[in-house]
Structures are given as C-alpha cells and as structure tokens.
C-alpha cells in the first residue's frame, strides 16, 4: 500500500517534471532561433539599405545565402553524422515507439541535443520548415531520459526511478512526453493529449491520460511563463504555444459556405496526396543514392542554396509594393525596389520566419498580397517543403504545410471577392485558416487530434465544425490516392506498424495461415549450448518454453500438423541473455536446489541495453550445463487456438501491445508464433478504388 | 469492397443523424423549459406586484408552489410509474451500458420520451437539478434507436442497418449519442469526446472517436442554428450549448494564487465526499422504505415543497436589497420587500432557472450577493440538491454542483477581498468559476474530460491549468473518503462493472482463484432436452462447447483438478434459444448431413430482445433430438491458462470488452470460467489509508 502510494506520487512527478523541462527546452529553441535570426537579419538588412543606393545588392543577398548555407552545413553535419534519427519531424519515429516497435536511438539523450542544436539550424538557416514537429520528438526523448533515471551515452545512472524500467512503463512516459511537446509547440494542452493518444496509445487509461494531461498542461505553462518574462510583461501569460495563429476576430460562418469549405478540404486532399506522392519517389531515391554522410550534408547544403536563390529570384520578378501603413508593418516590413512608403510583400515574407509569415498570411490586410506573389510563394514553398523533408537536419512539416495552405487559402478569398465583392461573409482570416487546416490535413492525415490543436492554436471554438469538415474531406480524398506522409515514411522504413483495425478483407484467415513455422523452442530445462546456438542463429525476440519435447529429431516430423511439444510459458532473448550472463546455471540436469535464483533486480539493471549475444564468453565445459527456465518464463503469457481468427489475434495485438503470440493445437502443443511482423506483413492498399492486399517487405532487424 | 464503404458510409451517416437529432432534442427540451417558466413567472410576478400592495404576499406564493408540486407530480409519477431507469441523470446507467453492462430498459424509445417530459417537469417544476445531465442519456438512446433502425415498445422495424445489430456495434453508436448529449448540454465537443472516452472506452479506436467527435459537432452545431434562429438572429450562432458559463473577462491568474486553488480544491473534495456520503446513506434508505410509486412521487412532491417553502423562508430572513443598475437586472430584479430603485436578491435567486442563478454568481457585480445570503444560498442547496439526487425524476447534477460551488467560490473571493482589498488579482468570477470547479470535480470526480468540459463551457483555455489543479486535488481529498456519486450509484446497484486497472494487491491472485467453478459445459452434439434443463436452471449467458465428455457422470470426479472435456468453443445463450427456436434439430444423433443450417441473419433478426427460454415449447419427442453446436459455436473464443495471473485476465476482459473466458488446463480441458462477475466481485476501498479488499454483492440478474 505504501509503496503502491510512492509509486504513484513518483509517477505524477516525473510527468510534472517533463512538462516543465519540454516547456523550458521549447523556450530554448525559441530563444536561440529568434537571437540567430536577428543577429543575421540585423547585419543583412543594414546592408541591403545601403546597397539599394549603391546598385550593389547582391553583395548582402550572397552573404545571406551564404550564412545560411553555413548554418545548415552545420545542423546537417551532426545530424548524419551522430544522429540519422534526429532527422526529420521525429513523429514517424514517435509514433513507432508508441505502436510498441524498437526503433535503434530514438530516445536517447545524444539524440535529443542534436535534435535541439539541428533544428536552430534548420529554422535560423532560412529553410521552409518548423520547429514545432521536433518539439514532440524532444518532449518524448526527455520523458524517456527523465523516468529512466540514467542515460547509457553518457554513463551516468542516479539509480532512482528503478521501478520503471521496462518497455510498458516508458512509453507512458513517452505519451506523456510526446503530448507535452505537441502542448508546448501550439500552446495546445489538450490537442497534446488527444495526438498522443491517436499516434500511440491502443488501450484507454483514465489514470494515465489524466496523467498525460498534467505533463501537457505545465509544458504549455512553462513555457507561457517563461516567454512573458523574456517579453517583458511576466504576468500577462499571453504565449501559450510556440507558435499560435493569433487573434480571429471574424468568428461566424453561414450554412451556405460548407460546400466551399468541401472544395478546400478537396483542393488540400489532392495537393497533400501529390506533396505525399512526390516526397515519396524522392524518398525511395534517396535511400538509393545518397546514403554518405558527405552526400547527405551536401543535399542538404543544396537545399538551402537554392531556396535562398529561388526567393531571391522571385524577388526581381515579382515587385509587389504594397503601401506602409500601420507602424508594425513599418519596422517589419521592407523598401526593396520600392519607392517610398512602400514595402516589398515578397522581400518581407522572404527574411521572415515561417512563423511569422504565416501570421501574416492569416492576418494582414486584403491588399498586403497580390494574387501573382501568392501564387508564385505558394508554388515555391510546395516544392522547396517537399524537397526539404527527408533531408538529413530536423525539420517540422506543419508551419511548411500551414504556409502553402494559407497562401491557397487567402487566394480563394481573393476568388470570392472578385466573384462576389459584396459578400461581407468573405474574410480572409477564415478562408487563409481552412486553406491551411486543408492543406495540413491533405499531408498528415490526422484526425481529431489535428482538429483540436487547430481550434486550441486559433483559440477559437466556433470554427470547430469548418475545421472538421476541411480535415475530414482533405484525408478521405488524400487516402484514395496514398497514405499520410508519416504512415508513409514508417512503412518505407520496412516497420512493422500495427494498424488500427484488422481489414475485412482479412477476416477469414486463420492464425494457422497467419504464424511463423516452424518454430525454434526451449525445454524447461534447457542445455546451455543450445541457447547459445539458437540466439545466434535466430533474430526472434521471444520463444516458448516446452516439454515433451526434443529438439534434435525435430526433422523426423514432417506432416501438416507439426507440433512442438506441450506448451509451458515463453521466455524472452534479454531474460536469457542476462541468464547466461550471470551464470544462473546448474551443472547437472538433476540437482534439484537452484544455487542461485536471480530476481527482478538483475533483469532491472540491464534494461534497455541488453548486451549482444556474441559478446558473452561461455566455455566449451559450459556449455554440457542447463538452465532451469521454469522459474523466470512467463507462464500465462497468452496463447491462441489455431483456428482463432485473423480478427481476433490483431485485437489481441493492438489492444494489449503483444509482440509475440503462442499458437497452440487442441491439445495445447505449440505450433506456431504470431509477431508484430505477421501481422504488418499484409496491406491493404486502395488505388483508384481496386483494393488489393499487398505482402510487405518487412525489415528483418 | 463495395459492401466496406457502403457499410463506412452508413456508420458516417447514422452518427450524423445521431449528432442532429440531439440537438433537436435539446432544443425542444430548451423551449420547453423556458415556456413552461415564464408561463409560470409571468403569472406570479403580476400576482406579486399587485399583492405587495395589497398584503396578501402568501397567495401567490402558495399558488407558486402548488404549481411546481404540481409539475413534480406529473414527472414523478411518469417516471416512478412507466420508467423508474430514466430518473436521475443517466449518467451511472449509461457508464453501465458503456462498460458492456446489459441495464434492462436503458436505451429504450419509452425511456427517452419520459426523460424528456420528465426533465421538463422538474426543471420548470422549480428543482435544484440541471437539465444537462440527462441529455447524456437522451443522446445515448437516440444513438441506439437510430442505429438499430427500430423499435420493439412501438412495434415498428425499419428494416434497415440490420449490419450494425449487434452488442458490439450498438455500444459504439451510444458512444457518439452520449458524446453528442455533452456537447450540446454544454456546448463542448471535445469534451463530450472526451466524457465518452473516459466513461465508456476501454479500446481506443482512430475511426471510431473520429465519427464520435463529428456526432458532437453536429449536435453542438444544430443546437446553435437553431437556438440562434429561435433568439432571432439566425446568423450569430452564439448559443453553441443549452447551458454556457458567459464571457469571462479576465482570464489572468499569477503563480501566487496557485496555493488559494489547491485550498479551495480541497474544500471541494471534502464538501464532494460529504454530498456523496449522506446521498448514499439516503440511497439505501430509498430502497429499502420507498419502494412503492405512490410514495415515490409522494417524496417527489414533498421535495418540491419543501424547496418552494425553504427559499420563501429564506425571503423573510434574508433581505439582502440591491440597488438596480443596469438595465438588465431591472428586467430580471424582483422587488419584494425591498425599497423603490432596489432588488432583493433572495427573491432574484429563488425565481431564476439554477443556470441563470450559476450565471449570476459567475458574472454579476461584487456587490450583487451579501455574505449571508451566500452562506444562506449554499447550505439550503447543497442540502436540497443531496435531497433531490435519487428522486424519481429525470434530473442533472452538474448545475446543482455548480450552483454551490458557485456560491462559495464567490464567498472565497469576498474572503480574500476582506483580507487584501487593494489586490487586483481578487476578481470574483475566477473564484466563482473555481469554486463551481471544484465543487463539481469534488461530486463526479471525473478527471480530464470535466476539465475540457469546463474549458470549452467558459471558452477559456487560459484557465486550464487552475481548473486542472481544483479537480486534481478535489478529486485525490475527495476519493480517501469514498468514490465518485456515480460510481457510488453503479456499486450500490451491485452492477458488475470492470474498473480501470487491476489491483496490485490482487496481482498475485491465479486465473484458477477467481474463475468460477464448476461449469456447465455443453458437448458439440447435444441433446435438446439437457440444452433446455441447463438454460432454465442456470443464469449464465455463456457456455463451453467440448468434446469427450459425459455430463452424466460428472458427480465421480471429485479431485482438485476436476475438468469437463476438451475446449472447442464457446456458445452463447441468445444463440441456443435461437436455434430452439427455429428447431434446428436433427432427429437421429449420426444423421450426417443437417437439414438446415441457420445463417447469420436469423440470430440478427432476433436481436436484441431474445424471448425467455420458458415460453419456448418443446415436446416431449423432440427433448430426444439433438443439435450439432459445431456450426454456430464460436471456435477462437479467447480461452486463458488456469495459471495466467488476474492482472492479465483483467487486461484481456478490460480492453477487448469480453464477457466470458474459458480457463483451461495444460491438456486445453475445460476447468473454469472467468466472468464479468467474477472480476468485479473484488473491490480495493481505501478509507482513512486503510486499504482492503472487499468481496462485493453482486446483482444475479
């Protein structure tokens, strides 16, 4: 009772304490992007004004080019050097993690500082991408660091918190951890919390979700306070969110417009399944071409150049002045080729930060943009954020997603305006919001999740219909055509992610048709030197433990019904592995006292990093020695009959978080295992309306 | 294919029908109310005017009161007499039937149409209840009339989404209805998703909660039209849920106060338990005294005297006069006893709807309410509100809860504006909005969905994190001395509901400890006669199919490890009477080929309502007869090791919702069966640190 009660508390405090350090971390980024970004904008933009006198303007836009570049040679360097996995938004990975997969590094402490020293990079070094889908893989890599107590890259251990390490116990934290992160980066608590459980959980817990949303809660807390406080007013509590999209005041919409919101939730389903498309086929080319790390960096070097170029260009082609009206506008925005009291719509969206001009694109008056500059920007940032994702530096695909989708957006207002230019129901903000929502939702394809954190982020409930209806459409048309950029990454990457529900076009297999046979068994009392063998020899995680049972005439068997002795419990590689590292075993076959029974304890301390099978030294005297199983088996791990049906064995799976299932016969024999793998192995794939099941290649590490 | 997305569609359609058809009945419920009330008041008030003149004050009290007795009467009495399930909230009965509990008449047509009359009754009937409860359940049977397509009370059958006739896909439709009666009792989407989740979910589901939360928008969005066409500006849509707590104008709150939240969550943990407490001790004084209708309405009738008379008293101790100021409360303000240009606020309180009164003491000036008449208010409604929770009639408790804490949240404010009265940060609508917070988290000890609720209702996100804090701590004060008021209600039903999480203390418990035993088992060929003496003899819903098994002799086993033949499968008894039904027999045990296989439509058509075994006729003849269980029996029903632990038995049952588990032995014998039953028969109580555990009674029903 009393320890039931510590635990509990320790629980409770570890989730409090990741979301102040995701919140403290998200305050970091901030910081150092906003100090990089000044210190380059102030030096350029002196520059610039003097050139405009002197004809000598690309002077400061080759420097800018040029720092830019260097910033992202930087963040590119670590990151495929030292941590390939810290590439990208980090969802994909997250999102593994939390389906129950082991993806190598993903939450270790090595990652998550290159993680937050790339993504300053990235974002100071002028490419289209965002901070805030980092900030989830952050927030989980902190909570994985925090409720382990010890990080095996730096050696340290503080050997507290022991009780939570196992895999279940981590990736509740990591919910918690990836929620708070989602809740820092959009100032959206409960947005965290319904991502981390449309990404990862399978099993609803009261307790822990409530849990989740106190980790959520303090991350946006945090960082609200410590951002007032670096702006000055500390008690306003005015920025909840790395980024939120500011202030609606237009709040209403009629019945009339849902069918134009379907033709933008249209729109955005088809550009995000071609944005999908397209990543796709460069992804595939990528893993064949540029596997270097000099290749890699230089890629994305590359990237980085030609976006510079490409704004630059566009600046002399398009000269879009726009008068200077309002004093903010005056500081942020910039003469260019302009004359006087006019500024550059194109020079000002190009030297801010994606961030911002978003904001500028929900916000600034109608006359700001023009239609040209909006469809020039809009095709530049689709192709450039495409071009940039998969690129081997952090980068987040929602303020890049957001962009391009407001820019559409205020282009069908524009549209509507010009249709009907008395219209008072045609706002710009409105339309610029569900251009982006529909433009998000065509990518990602979330759900509920995205939803919320679009109502928390516009802090706006009314428009929680609209936004729904857009996201809705954007995913039904996008999933005719192929699956959400992350989904898509997952499976190019070979993992075998379980889905949410088994197909129906499945439902008449057979966990018989299902398994993996043979399969590679243990006695109770085991010889030493066949576990060595068969951990060698094997890459499976898990086996059952049988009697009646010799495995060494097992070829005699060669009929339909092949069994494999009568089934007793199963018993994992890392249990076996810290057996026969500690030596647990017994000289003679007989001896009926065990010297020494290890406990929790030992297979505590060796958690996660179990030791390879290679590197433990067993003698060849050894190896005659046996190991009783019995005592550290699992005996009531779950087992199936062989006519089960494919349904029931993927709820199995999904609901309790299986990695392995016995398959037994009617007399209770082992004749087959159901992992994660089998289950992924089959897709389901619409193309066009021709649904067909697909065999996947599945990775075998 | 063509039948998948058909079959998509149709789920997509019904939880649309499900989303608008709840708001529609909100809105009447609306209309209903207000009518009914200002009938009533219009009347009163003249009657008042002219009597304060007059000295005739008592008659149209006494007139006002008989007419809220008589109102009671008619609810009451609809409610005791034709469906005693629809008094209350609904919520306990619906967290039954989420939880896959069978509440006998919960989801009928019956049932909703007393509801709605009923709730009628008693919120015009001048009851401290709230309205918004029992939309819940309102949604919730809405959800499962459409999605069955007909109606066994009125005899009608649509004939249509026979597809979805089923426990399983039933329950995930009354999801969505009970989602979509949050939403528009409160205007909050998200947390009706959120309340469904937490009530009802044990297995997350993308898809699912997706169409729920499109229900929930629905239903808030409906209400709004319509409530915004019924107000008269149709395109304003400001009304987004029956009940909103107002605008709230400040929404700072300073690291500071965050001590004050955890007190006042405190005082609302222990004001909760004690509400809960004396509402039990009355409940079991209910059941075992008043058992008949007419006393049942008679205490009905009693209580609304009793609140009439209670608040007229009050007018005559307490006169806390106001002077009018704005425009509005001249509307509303009542004079009474009090001078020219004042109002009494007793009388304003006593003639107001309860959310009008939490809406007042939400917003209305400091000086609005004196201390006394708070202290006065709060005590008679905490006692009225316990009184009237568990009457028969349809009644919400949220209000009442916010009422209270309402009142003392504001005493809070007048406290902390005596103690500091230069202190800015003392605004008296964020402590009565804490105070209402904590009052409510306090009774329901509902967690995040309570919080999302309140945000949306307030629309506010800025006060999460202190209306988090107040329900945090008023729930963990408020649990070490009893549960929530609607689990409360469920235990003391002696429902067998399935917690969150197994126990630790019963982690060491084995599946051949909990399971019953010894079960009836069937043999795959059985004969009529034993089918029909089982079913009329024994009360479980679920039996074992085996083979090499005589049933005849089982008195000879006597041994510890009794067993009943082999596992095949499992059969339920709503399929037996089915194929008694349609004599699905065959007359000679060898006769190889069966006559008449029943396919699935014949025990869908027979859904829900299977007639009682007893009004089957069997002859004589035909008890020889047998039926071959093999075709129909369910062969991958999941069965568990007599070895597996209670954690992972409870695990199994929680997350795939199952009602019967076949435990075998090592040879894969029948020995036990695990059931709902039998995993709710054990409850942790902690009282005072005191934990234990309790064998509970459960209902045999």
């Known amino acids: 009772n009393k320890d039931y009660i510590k635990t509990e508390f320790l629980r409770w405090l570890i989730m409090g304490m990741i979301g102040v350090l995701t ?3 998200a305050c970091l980024i901030d910081v150092c992007v906003i100090q990089t970004t000044q210190l380059k904008f102030g030096y350029i933009k002196d520059y610039i004004t003097s050139c405009l006198e002197n004809f000598c303007l690309e002077v400061p836009l080759l420097i800018w080019i040029c720092c830019n570049a260097f910033l992202i040679l930087i963040g590119s360097f670590l990151t495929a050097k030292f941590a390939p996995v810290a590439s990208g938004s980090g969802i994909p990975q997250i999102k593994c993690f939390l389906n129950g997969v082991k993806v190598p590094h993903v939450v270790r402490l090595k990652t ?21 889908g980092p900030m989830i893989h952050s927030g989980a890599v902190i909570a994985a660091g925090i409720s382990q107590g010890k990080s095996s890259t730096f050696l340290f251990d503080f050997k507290i918190f022991e009780m939570f390490r196992s895999d279940h116990e981590k990736r509740d934290f990591v919910s918690g951890g990836a929620a708070a992160g989602v809740s820092a980066a959009f100032g959206a608590p409960v947005g965290g919390v319904l991502f981390s459980l449309e990404e990862g959980a399978s099993f609803w817990n009261q307790a822990l979700t409530w849990r989740i949303f106190f980790a959520s809660m303090l991350s946006t807390f945090t960082l609200n306070v410590v951002q007032s406080f670096v702006k000055g007013h500390p008690l306003d509590l005015s920025s909840p969110g790395l980024f939120n999209f500011g202030k609606f005041e237009t709040t ?19 550009l995000g399944a071609l944005f999908n498309h397209i990543n796709c086929k460069l992804t595939i080319f990528r893993r064949k071409y540029i596997t270097k790390v000099y290749l890699q960096v230089l890629e994305a070097v590359i990237v980085a150049l030609c976006t510079g170029t490409a704004f630059y260009v566009c600046l002399y082609f398009d000269n879009d002045c726009q008068v200077m009206e309002s004093s903010e506008s ?20 190009m030297f801010r930060s994606p961030e911002e001009s978003v904001k500028s694109l929900f916000h600034d008056l109608p006359e700001t943009y023009q239609p040209t500059t909006l469809i020039l920007y809009c095709t530049m940032c689709f192709f450039l954020a495409l071009w940039t994702y998969g690129l081997f530096v952090p980068s987040g695909l929602f303020i890049p997603s957001l962009l391009i989708g407001a820019g559409w957006g205020r282009l069908v207002a524009i549209l509507l305006h010009y249709i009907s230019p008395t219209a008072k129901w045609v706002t710009f903000e409105k339309y610029a919001l569900l251009g982006a929502a529909a433009q998000l939702g065509g990518i990602v394809r979330m759900t509920i999740s995205l939803t919320v954190i679009i109502m928390e982020a516009s802090g706006n409930i009314t428009f929680g219909l609209p936004v729904m209806i857009v996201l809705m459409v954007a995913k039904w048309v996008g999933d005719i055509f192929n699956e959400g950029i992350y989904d898509m990454h997952i499976h190019m990457q070979g993992v075998p992610l379980v889905g949410w529900e088994p197909s129906s076009m499945l439902s008449t297999k057979r966990a018989s048709e299902v398994m993996s046979h043979p399969v590679t068994v243990f006695r109770t009392k085991e010889t030493v030197g066949r576990i060595i063998d068969v951990l060698k020899s094997e890459t499976h995680n898990g086996f059952p433990v049988v009697d009646d049972y010799d495995p060494f005439v097992e ?20 249990q076996l592995i810290v057996l026969l590292k500690m030596k647990a075993f017994e000289e003679h076959e007989d001896v009926q006292d065990v010297k020494s029974v290890l406990n929790i304890k030992d297979f505590r301390d060796a958690y996660p990093r179990f030791i390879p099978i290679h590197q433990i030294n067993i003698s060849p005297h050894e190896r005659e020695f046996t190991i009783d199983l019995q005592p550290y088996m699992n005996p009531g791990a779950y087992t199936v009959s062989h006519n089960s049906s494919f349904p029931r064995i993927f709820r199995l799976f999904r609901a309790l ?15 087959g295992m159901v992992t994660r793998k089998d289950l992924a192995r089959y897709r389901i794939s619409s193309h066009f309306g021709n649904v067909q099941i697909d065999e996947l290649y599945i990775s075998q590490s």
Do not use: W
């Open 23 to 25: 919140g403290l971390v």
């Open 252 to 270: 209403t919409y009629g019945g009339l417009e849902i069918p134009i919101f379907i033709l933008m939730g249209i729109v955005g389903g088809l």
């Open 657 to 671: 978080g299986l990695r392995h299932l016995v398959v037994v016969n009617e007399n209770n024999k082992v004749i």
């Open 112 to 132: 998550i500082v290159i993680k937050i020293v790339g993504v300053i990079c990235a974002v100071s070094g002028g490419l289209i991408v965002g901070k805030e």
């Open 330 to 349: 005056q500081e942020n925005g910039i003469q260019f080729f302009c004359d006087d009291g006019k500024f550059s719509s194109m020079a000002s969206v």
């Open 555 to 574: 070829q005699s068997f060669q009929d339909e019904a092949e069994s494999f002795g009568r089934y007793k419990g199963l018993i994992l590689r890392s």
